[in-house]
Each structure stands twice: as C-alpha cells, then as structure tokens.
C-alpha cells in the first residue's frame, strides 16, 4: 500500500510580529528550516517564529493555491484566520470585494 502524500499551507508569525505564509510537502522539517534560519530570505532575518497556522491539502498546486491567497491577505484577515474566526473573516472579505 502507498501512502498518499499530504501538503500543507501554513502562516507563521516572526519575531518582529509579521506574517510569513508558505507551503509544503512536510511541515515539521520545513518549520525546523525556518526556525534555524536554514532557508534564506524573510524568516531567517526574523527569527524566531512560530507557526500560528497550517491546513492540509491533497495536491501541491491546492496548497499553492491557498499560500498565494493567503499572502494577499490584510494582516486583520490572517489574525482572523489565526483565531479560527469565520465570521470576521467573511467580514473581511466582503469589505475588501466592495
């Protein structure tokens, strides 16, 4: 039996409080990447972080897909998709959409 790969978007938040969101095909390896400052660029000058969010997804291109929406989001948006608050989310959406 083959197992079927997982990938994930996640959110982390940085030390300087910013947002960094990313995608993945193994999370606990890429999370211990950015937090030893392993993978150049935004996080590894803002260590250390911690992961706030993440959601699994069947294909890369799903998880893609979800990190590329997410980027796009206002900080007020990812706080709310951080506290799980559905409402303020949709909120947030609509407000952005008129």
């Known amino acids: ?3 079927s ?5 996640y959110l982390l938040r940085c030390n300087d409080g910013s947002y960094y969101a990313g ?3 193994s999370l606990e390896a890429r999370l211990a990447q950015h937090q030893t400052g392993a993978l150049a660029g935004y996080t590894a000058a803002r260590l250390p972080v911690e992961l706030v969010w ?6 890369r ?3 893609f897909a ?20 559905w409402a ?3 909120q947030l959406a ?3 959409q008129k």
């Open 66 to 85: 979800a990190e590329r929406r997410i980027k796009g989001w206002s900080r007020a948006k990812k706080q709310a998709l951080i506290m799980g608050d």
């Open 54 to 59: 993440s959601e699994a997804f069947p294909t």
């Open 61 to 63: 291109d799903e998880a």
């Open 88 to 90: 303020s989310l949709q």
């Open 23 to 25: 995608h993945t095909d």
């Open 5 to 9: 790969e997982v990938f994930c978007a």
């Open 1 to 3: 039996m083959v197992e």
């Open 94 to 96: 609509r407000n952005r």
